[in-house]
């Protein structure tokens, strides 16, 4: 399996139309892939945070509707980052959006952990409350979004839903860079399976991007990593060595805590 991950760069001078037109056509360019990944909020920037009200979209807007024509064009799966959401009821979600090869929405994930520490994304935004799977002809997908990687109960929770490769897109702070590779490798290791994360690059209202997108294997190696800069990055791996982890180091099998929660 082929993925492509697309380590945008946010920037300011470049509009939200000019940056969805040139990520539509980026995302056509990767028609050899069997998945493409783009980070979170890469229409704004995940710090820009006052405008999520005036860029917020509903979730058949426009991004929904350009991200569904590029990966028909394409004939890829297409995990397109996310969006700030508005739904009918006036609220803001941060939502994740899948689609499949023929362009049909897939799955949309609202991002359960906003970041803020009660400012920023944690008070303008909902939460959201479902986990999200897709299943892909060889694998399944789990979904998160950025700070999502640091609560792992969620990682297990997708796991028990069958989960085989998390995709995790993100706009990290360069500050916190060495935490995004830790959390990337240790959500790979403890899951026994593949991470695709996938960040932004550039600056956010000032906050310089960590970029080093990563996708790292069951046993905890990294497969590639981006630099910094805005760049694709491609990798081939094989989901079927999952289940052969698994079996051969059956871990999973030995969890005590947590089994007695409801599961989707």
């Known amino acids: 399996m082929r993925a492509s991950l697309l380590q945008v760069a946010v920037n300011e001078g470049e509009s939200v139309v000019a940056r969805r037109r040139r990520v539509a056509g980026w995302v056509r360019d990767q028609a050899g892939s069997d998945l493409v990944v783009l980070p979170e909020l890469w229409t704004t920037g995940a710090f820009a945070y ?56 897939a799955a949309a994930y609202r991002k359960i952990h906003r970041f803020g520490f009660d400012k920023g994304e944690a008070v303008l935004m909902g939460a959201g409350d479902e986990l999200v799977t897709v299943r892909l002809p060889h694998t399944v997908l789990g979904v998160a979004t950025c700070y999502d990687l640091r609560f792992p109960e969620l990682f297990r929770g997708l796991v028990d839903a069958g989960a085989e490769t998390l995709v995790v897109p993100a706009g990290w702070p360069e500050r916190r860079r060495s935490h995004w590779t830790l959390l990337a490798q240790a959500r790979a290791v403890e899951n026994q399976a593949f991470v695709l994360a996938c960040g932004t690059a550039g600056t956010h209202a000032g906050v310089p991007q960590a970029g080093h997108s990563i996708v790292v294997d069951p046993w905890g190696e990294v497969l590639a990593e981006a630099g910094p800069g805005e760049q694709v990055l491609t990798v081939d791996f094989d989901p079927t060595t999952v289940a052969g982890t698994r079996e051969r180091f059956p871990a999973l099998k030995d969890r005590v805590l947590g089994l007695d929660r409801p599961r989707r």
């Open 50 to 105: 006052e405008e999520f009200g005036s860029e917020a979209e509903p979730l058949e807007g426009p991004t929904y509707e350009a991200m569904a024509e590029a990966a028909s064009d394409a004939g890829v799966w297409l995990h397109a980052g996310s969006v700030p959401e508005r739904d009918p009821d006036g609220s803001l979600y941060n939502t994740s959006l899948v689609f499949s090869p023929s362009g049909a929405l």
